[in-house]
């Protein structure tokens, strides 16, 4: 499976960005997708997952009410919305499939399938 990112880029302090994840050569329907993201000061963090159906979506305490993950499991996208950005959530964004859907979807040795990031950029 291979995972393309896109949407990232640098907006201010309180603005909006939209994440795209794209899978090509799906194997597994019952997989489960993550978005991870990773700042020089810190280790790779979970941010948010789903099931492609969009009934089991999970996300990081220091996200939540600003983020929103979706699957369009048409177009083999997960989206990622994120609002009222903070300087902290400046880090890449990446995704990544799970194809056990009953492990731990916060940890990302769970994931078998990884993209290569997309970078975004909070600015004050």
């Known amino acids: 499976e291979q995972l393309v990112e896109s949407g990232g880029g640098m907006v201010q302090a309180g603005g909006s960005l939209r994440l795209s994840c794209t899978v090509s050569g799906r194997s597994f329907d019952s997989t489960r997708m993550g978005w991870f993201r990773q700042s020089p000061e810190k280790d790779r963090e979970f941010v948010a997952g789903t099931s492609w159906s969009g009934l089991f979506t999970t996300y990081a305490d220091s996200v939540k009410g600003r983020v929103t993950i979706s699957a369009d499991n048409a177009k083999s996208t997960v989206y990622l919305e994120m609002n009222d950005l903070k300087r902290e959530d400046t880090a890449v964004y990446s995704c990544?499939?799970?194809?056990?859907?009953?492990?731990?979807?916060?940890?990302?040795?769970?994931?078998?399938?990884w993209g290569q990031g997309t970078q975004v950029t909070v600015s004050s």
């Open positions: 990544a499939v799970k194809i056990t859907s009953t492990s731990d979807p916060y940890y990302l040795n769970n994931y078998e399938y």
